[in-house]
């Protein structure tokens, strides 16, 4: 957030600034490394700077466009034709300024565009249904909004129906980088089977959930829409039972803005009651925004103590040092002795990390390979359920959609992977080894695989002449007897041969339809066949190289923190042998100072645990 009038401050942000401002002073007067100070003021800046992430989910129609706009002030910033987008999304974040900014398939700069083309560059068509971009990966939009600078960022997904198709794959897997999800139904019908479906699989992605109801003043039985819900609600997803719901009326919002820039104070705060929005927009500050500004300043607690601990470590055995402590040179040669054995070839950590690493890579094989079977079911019901014309239009961008999400779960199941085999052999080693670097790797997406296949579609060879008779004589026998029964009935001529004609013309249609949609549900496995062994040849590879780049980096970086340790230990042994070696009373003034300086940084380390406990307990938010 780049205007400060708009940030939201946490109770305790000042104590934290205050803390990490005085560990800066202690650092830049007496330690030379730049490192440790630059770290906590990269933390600090987050603190002002971050924002919570909440991703926005519906299915088509719901009024999720509508809703966006109206919580940011905005009417008419995302079209309508937005809702129905396909794999693309819609990140929207604070700006001093408004602009907007597209990012093309294999593009991480992106090109600027205007507001009024983020349309051509995120949304369907809506009368073909074809996207008028295909090569748009999402759309970042900025506005001046207070409540995105609040600390919000928001995140529409692509909404279609149905929230199992591919497209819900996408936003599950998204879920993992989210800190929040807003559920958008409308106030017509009850929560439907897809999106209960969908609301059970994210139960285990993220625990925090705002449903909206939405169109109020569209609907006049939304309440008892909103009953069923919660009903609904409790029964398949027991776990969002007692999840908070506001009902909304974008239009009235709406109104409510435009009346409020007129001037109209006393119309605007009518509106604004009558739009259910005051109520949405305090449970998303206080809900989201405030507890990522806690999870902020507890990564910035963290970073402090984690700088300056070490340090303190390090004045306590030097000070045993200029107190002459006969056990003191022991206790360091015993460590110096234990990272030595670290550093050979058969330590422990090293064979912990390579069976942590043939592990990780087992799981992220396995989830693959259950993501490709997943994606075989999702085309199964998509070929046995749909007409020919809807399965020619839809399954490609399902497809494409199921595939980015693939990648999005295997990207995010291998850094949780690296994290937690970091944890486990900081433990091994006794040294805070850091996931800094987890962040910096991805997997690299194979080549073949940033342009998809396209759908070969197979031509028709049932029309002309030729085939008109091929799909008309299989019907002539039903066309006379129709004929013959109508005679019977009628006595006439004209009317049976009519009803002969129509009833063999019936069939022979029906006979087309069903020739054309086996034709297309061939083209349709085919392609899914070709699709799918793509995947299967060049993303395994690419997992196991990902796993073995994660693992070297990691073993050179313990490797290097080793050697940086066992030389700041040869550094202290020297040191202390001075030590002995001279007076007692003419350490006397050094050890005074060393005090000093010790009293002071235990101070500030004492002040951070307290802050950490704090917000390690946080106060009951209450459920809006």
């Not at 800066?24 to 007496?30: G, N, T």
Request: with cysteine.
């Amino acid at each position: 957030m780049s205007d400060p009038q708009y940030h939201r401050q946490h109770p305790s942000e000042s104590d934290v600034l205050g803390l990490a401002a005085d560990a800066l002073v202690f650092l830049e007067r007496d330690v030379r490394d730049a490192g440790p100070a630059e770290a906590i003021r990269a933390e600090v800046a987050r603190v002002s700077s971050g924002a919570a992430t909440l991703v926005v989910v519906g299915e088509k129609k719901r009024g999720k466009s509508s809703l966006i706009n109206a919580l940011i002030g905005c009417p008419g910033l995302l079209p309508v034709e937005v809702d129905v987008a396909t794999g693309v999304h819609l990140v929207v974040r604070h700006a001093d300024k408004p602009g907007a900014r597209a990012f093309l398939d294999g593009d991480a700069a992106g090109q600027e565009i205007d507001l009024a083309e983020i349309a051509e560059y995120a949304a369907l068509d809506p009368v073909s249904q074809v996207a008028h971009r295909s090569d748009v990966h999402h759309v970042e939009v900025g506005v001046p909004s207070p409540l995105l600078a609040a600390g919000l960022i928001l995140v529409d997904t692509p909404g279609v129906g149905g929230l199992t198709s591919g497209h819900a794959r996408i936003t599950m897997a998204a879920l993992n980088r989210a800190d929040a999800l807003v559920f958008v139904v409308n106030g017509q019908t009850e929560l439907t089977a897809s999106e209960l479906r969908f609301l059970v699989q994210a139960t285990e992605r993220i625990a925090e959930v705002v449903f909206v109801l939405t169109q109020t003043d569209k609907y006049g039985d939304w309440r008892t829409v909103l009953e069923k819900n919660r009903r609904l609600l409790a029964e398949h997803a027991p776990r969002y039972a007692s999840a908070p719901w506001f009902a909304v009326s974008s239009r009235a919002k709406e109104d409510a803005d435009t009346a409020a820039r007129a001037g109209r104070d006393e119309a605007a705060a009518r509106l604004l009651e009558r739009s259910g929005f005051a109520s949405l927009e305090a449970a998303l500050t206080t809900r989201i925004a405030e507890r990522s500004a806690e999870l902020r300043l507890a990564n910035c607690v963290h970073v402090v103590l984690s700088v300056l601990a070490p340090i303190a470590t390090v004045d306590q055995r030097r000070l045993r040092s200029l107190a002459q402590d006969p056990t003191l040179k022991a206790d360091v040669q015993s460590r110096r002795e234990a990272l030595h054995r670290l550093q050979g070839q058969d330590a422990a950590w090293r064979k912990q990390l390579a069976k942590s690493s043939r592990d990780l890579e087992r799981r992220l094989r396995l989830g693959f390979q259950r993501n490709v079977n997943d994606l075989r079911g999702l085309v199964d019901e998509k070929v046995a359920t749909s007409s020919a014309k809807v399965l020619a239009a839809e399954l490609p961008r399902d497809l494409e959609a199921a595939v980015e999400a693939i990648w999005l779960d295997l990207d995010g199941a291998a850094r949780q992977g690296m994290t937690d085999i970091v944890a486990e052999v900081e433990r091994e080693c006794r040294l805070e080894v850091g996931a800094e670097m987890v962040a910096e790797l991805t997997v690299t997406r194979p080549e073949r695989l940033t342009a998809l296949p396209t759908l070969v579609a197979t031509a028709p060879d049932n029309r002309g002449f030729l085939g008109f008779m091929e799909r008309f004589m299989p019907a002539r026998g039903a066309g006379i007897v129709t004929a013959a029964v109508v005679s019977a009935f009628t006595g006439s001529v004209m009317i049976p041969l009519a009803a002969g004609f129509g009833m063999a013309a019936l069939l022979s249609g029906r006979r087309k339809r069903r020739t054309d949609l086996m034709r297309v549900r061939g083209d349709a496995q085919r392609y899914t066949g070709r699709l799918i062994a793509e995947l299967t040849t060049e993303i395994p590879p690419q997992i196991t190289a990902t796993v073995e780049e994660m693992s070297d980096l990691m073993a050179k970086q313990i490797t290097a923190l080793i050697t940086e340790q066992r030389g700041y230990l040869e550094a202290e042994l020297a040191y202390l042998q001075q030590n002995l070696d001279t007076a007692a009373e003419k350490l006397a003034q050094q050890r005074e100072q060393l005090q000093l300086r010790l009293a002071e940084l235990n101070g500030i380390i004492g002040r951070g645990r307290e802050a950490a406990s704090l917000l390690a307990s946080p106060g009951e938010v209450p459920a809006g």
